[in-house]
């Protein structure tokens, strides 16, 4: 058999939906890869799509003030509340660099929680460290009945003080060491859908950026101990529901 | 970059100093550009789905190469390949 057939990138589509003109991110720029995907796996779903490219709606925004709390604004423009006959598929490109910085990562990760309970019908986290697991997940959000929210981990090379080549790798990390969590809310049902049995320690994944270069040892077993925490609460969900 | 504390960076994608950012197709060109061995490929296609600028295209023959008018020399696709058959050599 030819070795061509045994891969499953193989399997994509080479067609490619993303601006050819190239853009103004940096190198390596996690963002730019998640687009990328999210377009190539929108354009499965609808042609027009293709003409629209970089005019789909998209915004940047710094959605937390200084303080650890939401700003009174910001949340519920990225979160806005459905309202009947609404369709609609909200993506957060979370580059985890907000004023606040690292503080937030707690509340971050409340966002798909919070939008499962605003009457979502679907909501995700992804990584494009995990292609395929997110084509699915924009798929899913797409073809939901209702609206949905996709959160997608995007690895910043500048922002987080890594070398550009270690994006994918740092994505990766994020979701072996389980504190970015990949799962899904369907109708109120939880499901994780990359489950480490043998989790990375947090400490590899803390020692590769710049931006935890004063963390002691002592916050990183209080952030390892965090993210077990809500893992296993994650996994106590996948059981109970909502 | 390496030696800085987070604090010292401006927030990304709003970044004061240019850096490694290169605007749309520039005249300027990265310092490193990826170059594929054949030998060592095995067409799986890794490079070309982790590439950020969607630099790398699929060759009639089944092989990758890359468009240097797009590629930014971030060398995602040689820390990616599994077979290391991307190595990131001084572009000309
Ligand atoms: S990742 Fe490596 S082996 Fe796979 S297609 Fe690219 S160069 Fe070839
Ligand atoms: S070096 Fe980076 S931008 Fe250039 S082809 Fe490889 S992955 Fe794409």
Redesign the interface.
């Known amino acids: 058999m030819d070795?061509?057939s045994?891969?499953a990138?193989?399997l994509?589509t080479?067609r490619?939906c993303?601006?050819?003109?190239?853009?103004?991110?940096?190198?390596?720029?996690?963002?730019?890869?998640a687009v990328?995907h999210v377009y190539k796996a929108l354009n499965e779903n609808d042609k027009t799509l293709e003409k629209a490219r970089w005019q789909i709606p998209w915004k940047?925004s710094?959605i937390f003030k200084t303080t650890d709390q939401p700003s009174g604004q910001a949340l519920p423009a990225l979160l806005s509340v459905p309202k009947e006959n609404d369709n609609i598929l909200n993506i957060c490109f979370d580059?985890e660099?907000t004023?606040s910085?690292i503080k937030n990562n707690s509340l971050i990760k409340k966002l798909p929680a919070i939008a499962a309970s605003s009457d979502y019908a679907y909501t995700a986290t992804a990584c494009?460290s995990h292609?395929f697991d997110l084509f699915e997940k924009v798929n899913k959000g797409w073809e939901a009945d209702g609206h949905a929210y996709i959160h997608i981990l995007c690895p910043?090379?500048?922002?987080?003080?890594f070398?550009?080549?270690?994006?994918?790798?740092l994505g990766r990390m994020a979701v072996e060491t389980r504190l970015f969590p990949l799962y899904e809310i369907s109708s109120g049902y939880y499901q994780v859908t990359t489950d480490e049995t043998n989790p990375r320690p947090l400490k590899d994944y803390i020692k590769k950026q710049?931006?935890?270069?004063?963390w002691k040892s002592k916050q990183i077993e209080s952030l390892q101990e965090e993210a077990d925490v809500f893992f296993h609460k994650l996994k106590e969900k996948t059981k109970t529901g909502i | 970059m390496v030696n800085k504390t987070f604090k010292q960076k401006s927030i990304a994608c709003h970044l004061l100093e240019t850096g490694k950012v290169l605007p749309f197709k520039s005249e300027e060109k990265p310092e490193l550009m990826p170059v594929w061995d054949k030998d060592l490929c095995a067409r799986c296609a890794l490079c070309y789905v982790y590439c950020p600028d969607a630099a790398i295209s699929r060759q009639e023959d089944g092989y990758f190469d890359v468009d240097m008018n797009l590629c930014k020399g971030c060398g995602i696709c040689h820390r990616e390949c599994w077979f290391g058959a991307v190595t990131m050599q001084e572009a000309d």
């Open positions: 070795k061509f045994l891969f990138a193989q994509l080479f490619e993303f601006s050819k003109k190239g853009h103004s991110a940096c190198a390596g720029c996690g963002v730019a890869l990328r940047q710094s580059n660099c004023e910085r494009p292609p910043c090379p500048a922002g987080w003080g070398e550009p080549q270690e994006t994918v790798r710049d931006r935890f270069s004063s």
